[in-house]
């Protein structure tokens, strides 16, 4: 006698599907619409830092020329860290997740749809962020301010990426904060931002040649003193975005169907 083996309707295939994707980050974004302390801390906060920034040397603009597009990337960065990976912890300890994966969706389609949802929302803040900086602050770079708003939007894709990954080792929100310190601060102060990477210890430069931080001021650094797109930006923008993908790839790999 055959046997066949029945397959689950509900079971989500392996390929990402961009309908359930597209789903998914309306989802997201519908449920941040009913959350606007969350939104202002992701678009507001960034432009707020880049105001004070500005008037703290107020009496040495040449200061904040050099390190505010440096600023503009980490920002962002930052913001987009925190804010994610509180959101997508709440979710993933509310149930909300695990009866998400209980659906026909994939692991990779809940990923995508979140760092689609985020991702929406770092292009308003990016935009927002580099227009007030450029046009608003005086910020007074050499290259493109498009070129900025590029490495600014990677940065927050970066940050929202780190986001949802660190979420899957946290059991709480003070947990998920706590993580700031191991995955942020490192790469804060081995960035280039204090002191140039080449003039400091050549282990910790070694440390700084692999963390993603550092490839975003150098791209800005890049737009500051170029007037053209240089090759060197081409490979900051580029690591910086694989990085993005890559940490999206581990995220979707750690995310389980179960929450304990």
Known sequence: MTTTTATTPGAPTGALNVSRTAATAARVLRQLRHDPRTIALMILIPCLMLILLRYVF???????DNIGASLLGIFPLITMFLVTSIATLRERTSGTLERLLAMPL??????????LAFGTLA???SALATGLAVWFLGLDV???PWLLLLVALLDALLGTA????????AASEFQAVQFMPAVIFPQLLLCGLFTPRDKMHPVLEAISDVLPMSYAVD????????????????RDALIVAGCA????TLGAATLRRRTT
Not at 59 to 64: E, K, L, M
Not at 162 to 169: E, H, K, M, P, Q
Not at 219 to 234: R, Y
């Open 142 to 144: 050499t290259g493109s």
């Open 245 to 248: 993908v890559l940490v999206l």
């Open 106 to 115: 994939g692991k990779g389609d809940v990923i995508a749809g979140y760092a």
């Open 58 to 64: 107020d009496g040495s603009p040449r200061t904040f």
């Open 162 to 169: 780190l986001g949802l990954f660190v979420s899957a080792f």
């Open 123 to 125: 292009i308003v803040q």
């Open 219 to 234: 791209g800005m650094n890049e737009v500051l003193k170029h007037t053209d797109m240089t090759a060197a930006f081409v």
